[in-house]
């Protein structure tokens, strides 16, 4: 008769130590359900709060760098793969050390809250906004066309050189961003850090030609690299291959 292993059991979940877990929730703020201890629902609840604490900028609850970097992986592909149209932009706060050098760091805080939700409020649900340094700032548009995209990224600029930001009662203060943009060459197997690069120099161009402005790469479908050319036909041959008895 044949033997079969043997199915791991289950272990209790009042043997896990989640006393670390738990205090790093609680130093964050998260709230956890009214539910008995070590219920599946309680348990479930821990879990989820800690993927949203390991994926969010805590300052203002955008997307974190890891969130940002996996989500733009995810969009290259999708775009080698369906050929839509993506728009990835880069963006930070012009003078942004002033604030901090004659304010304080709490203002400064205040603006960098205050940009992320003017950002969150200009683009779609579908897009994603995320803070990926001090002051800088990035946003995947998936399915956005060039003439699109650069009405998306002027909107943006808009918002946030229209707010008044107060930093102390009484005390508004406003500030401008520079934005780079690049869009993903379509049908063509490109890379995150490719991608970034595109968009980066973008920025500093908005920032040499005297920032509060959104420069965008031209002529999407004539700037793809020596590199991506390269990904191109190492993939064009390996699927050669395997299509090869």
Not at 61 to 88: C, H, I, T
Not at 115 to 136: F, W, Y
Not at 153 to 162: K, S
């Amino acid at each position: 008769m044949e033997s079969h292993p043997t199915a791991p059991s289950l272990i209790d979940a009042r043997e896990l130590d989640l006393d670390q877990a738990l205090q790093l929730l609680q130093l964050a703020g998260a709230l956890l359900p009214d539910e008995a201890p070590y219920s599946a629902a309680w348990l479930q609840a821990v879990v989820s709060a800690l993927c949203d604490l390991s994926s969010k900028d805590a300052l203002t609850g955008l997307a974190n760098r890891r969130s940002f970097e996996m989500a733009l992986a995810r969009e290259v592909d999708r775009v080698a793969r369906a050929g839509e149209a993506a728009l990835l932009l880069m963006l930070d706060i012009d003078h942004f050390k002033s604030v901090n050098d004659t304010h304080g760091h709490a203002a400064g805080d205040l603006v960098i809250r205050a940009v992320a939700q003017a950002m969150l409020q200009t683009v779609r649900p579908m897009d994603l906004v995320a803070r990926i340094g001090g002051e800088e700032f990035a946003i995947i548009l998936p399915n956005c066309s060039p003439h699109v995209g650069v009405t998306v990224a002027e909107r943006v600029r808009e918002r946030v050189a229209g707010l008044a930001i107060e930093i102390a009662p009484g005390q508004p203060l406003a500030v401008t961003i520079s934005l780079g943009g690049a869009f993903a060459p379509q049908w063509v197997r490109s890379s995150p850090l490719l991608w970034m690069e595109r968009a980066d120099r973008q920025l500093y161009r908005a920032k040499a030609e005297g920032r509060n402005r959104a420069c965008l790469e031209p002529q999407v479908d004539s700037l793809v690299s020596a590199e991506e050319k390269g990904m191109l036909f190492a993939s064009l041959n390996t699927d050669t291959q395997q299509d090869t008895p």
